[in-house]
C-alpha cells in the first residue's frame, strides 16, 4: 500500500476513534480507541469506569478515580473477551498511551500505534519506541484530503 493510502486510512480510522471518543462519561478528557487488522476493526473502546460501575469518572474535587480505564485498554481486553487477538494489528488512539496502557499495547502483540494528541507525559511513547512498535503521530485535520 502506498504511503498516500496508508495516510488516509490512517486519518479515517482517527477520525473514528475520535468519533468513538465521545460515547465516554468522562468529563475532563473523552478518548477513543480503534484496534484494526488486515483493514478491519477488531476492536474499540473508549475511557469510563468498569462494567457495572457507575458511569461517573471523576470525584467530587474533578480528579479522574483510580479505577477508570483506558480506551486503549478497553480495546485490549475486550479483543481478548472475543476470543479474537490483536497480534500484528494497529493501535488508533485519539491520545498517546500512557505508561501503563503501552505496557498493555506491548504484550497484546500490537504492532503499530497511530495517535493525533500528545499526551503530557511521553514515557509511554518512548517505552513502545523501545518496544520496536511503529509509532505515529497525526493531527488532527478537519478534510480527510490525501497527506
Request: net charge positive; hydrophobic share 35%; aromatic share 6%.
Amino acid at each position: 500500500m502506498s504511503n498516500k493510502k496508508q495516510r488516509l486510512l490512517d486519518r479515517r480510522y482517527l477520525d473514528m476513534a475520535r468519533i468513538w471518543a465521545q460515547n465516554s462519561y468522562c468529563k475532563r478528557r473523552q478518548v477513543g480507541a480503534l484496534l484494526v487488522r488486515d483493514k478491519m476493526i477488531i476492536s474499540d473502546g473508549y475511557n469510563g469506569t468498569p462494567s457495572g460501575f457507575e458511569n461517573i469518572c471523576e470525584d467530587e474535587n474533578n480528579k479522574t478515580k483510580p479505577y477508570v480505564l483506558h480506551a486503549e485498554a478497553n480495546a485490549i481486553t475486550k479483543v481478548a473477551r472475543s476470543g479474537n487477538n490483536s497480534e500484528g494489528a494497529t493501535l488508533y488512539v485519539t491520545s498517546s498511551p500512557c505508561i501503563e496502557c503501552a505496557k498493555l499495547i506491548i504484550q497484546a502483540g500490537i504492532k503499530r500505534v497511530v495517535f493525533s494528541e500528545k499526551y503530557h507525559v511521553e514515557d509511554g511513547i518512548n517505552l513502545l519506541k523501545r518496544a520496536n512498535i511503529e509509532v505515529v503521530q497525526l493531527e488532527h485535520r478537519e478534510d480527510n484530503k490525501l497527506p
